[in-house]
Structure formats: structure tokens, C-alpha cells
């Protein structure tokens, strides 16, 4: 088996082993991905890619994006037209991520494939909707799917996580020197 090297992070997880047929979670695994795919998104995207948007105000047409969202969706509650996330069966805390891999040591889970929402702490705030698969030996998670742009947003942060631990081994071992 390959070498795998963890951080140390904490992040939410709700998750449920898949014991037959997936199509339960695909479609809100494809809803998941799409929200950049909605049309304030879009023509932000297009608006970027015109660079129509300046780097000094890209933080605050972001927030604004954020904003119509929040209020999208809570006039999607009010109408009735919210669609709720599936019930999973399972809630932890990821205690160790990776570029491929996480753990949750909190719960001993069998092997196979397991379907879930890792909460990203992020701006935008992210929930990432992934595939994962625990070997027979149990133990760490090894992602299986997961959309291009969440790849991008998991790998960001972790390497802003291990950016972090670096950093705060520096400040250690500089105040052991003093």
C-alpha cells in the first residue's frame, strides 16, 4: 500500500455506506456541482473571463453573488421549491486530510463504497459532495469521485492547511530557540 500523509484538520462529514444501487445520491451529487452552473454564476464566470471584473472589486461582486444566492434560496423555502439534501445516515468529523485521502477516527466504518458532504470552511462556504471508498483493513478514506472544481477547493485547502502546520512549526521552534 502506498504511502499516504494526513494533516491534522477538523471538518464535518455526514455520510452513508452505499450497500446496492447509487442512483439515490447522484442526482445531488450533480446538484451539488451546479451551483456554480446557476446564472448569477455564469455571468460572473463570464464577466471574469472578459475581465470585466477588476482584481480590487472581485471580493465584493463575490459577496454580492453570495448574497443573491441566500436570497434565491430563501425564496425557494417560502415557494416550496427548496429541494432538502438527502438523509444520511452518518455525521463525524474528519480528523486528517490529504490530496486523495481523509480519515474519521471517531467511528470504525466497514469496507466499501460510502457516499458523502464534506462541509468546506470556505468563502464561498462549500459543501463538497464526494464518493469514497474504505479498504477492508478499515482506517483512511480514499476519494473515489468528486467534481473538478471541488478538486480544485479540497486540494486549496489543504494546502493552506499544511501552509499552516508549517508555519506553526516555524513559531515553535523559534520560541524553543529564545
Not at 115 to 123: E, K, M, N, S
Amino acid at each position: 500500500m502506498e504511502q499516504v500523509r494526513l494533516i491534522a484538520s477538523s471538518l464535518k462529514i455526514d455520510f452513508e455506506h452505499i450497500t446496492n444501487d447509487c442512483t439515490k445520491y447522484d442526482s445531488e451529487y450533480e446538484r451539488l456541482s451546479e451551483i456554480e452552473r446557476d446564472p448569477i454564476g455564469q455571468w460572473y464566470k463570464r464577466q471574469k473571463a472578459k475581465g470585466d471584473i477588476d482584481k480590487q472589486s472581485e471580493s465584493l461582486v463575490t459577496l454580492l453573488i453570495e448574497l443573491h444566492r441566500k436570497v434565491d434560496e430563501l425564496s425557494k423555502i417560502v415557494t416550496g421549491e427548496s429541494v432538502n439534501p438527502i438523509e444520511l445516515e452518518n455525521s463525524a468529523m474528519i480528523d486528517g486530510i490529504g490530496y486523495e485521502y481523509f480519515n474519521i477516527s471517531e467511528i470504525s466504518l466497514k469496507a466499501g463504497l460510502y457516499y458523502g458532504r464534506i462541509y468546506l470552511p470556505a468563502f464561498p462556504e462549500r459543501t463538497i459532495a464526494v464518493y469514497f471508498n474504505i479498504n477492508e483493513n478499515g482506517g483512511i478514506a480514499k476519494i473515489t469521485k468528486m467534481h473538478q472544481q471541488d478538486h480544485i477547493d479540497w486540494d486549496s485547502f489543504v494546502i493552506a492547511k499544511e501552509r499552516q502546520h508549517i508555519q506553526d512549526a516555524r513559531d515553535i521552534q523559534s520560541r524553543n530557540e529564545q
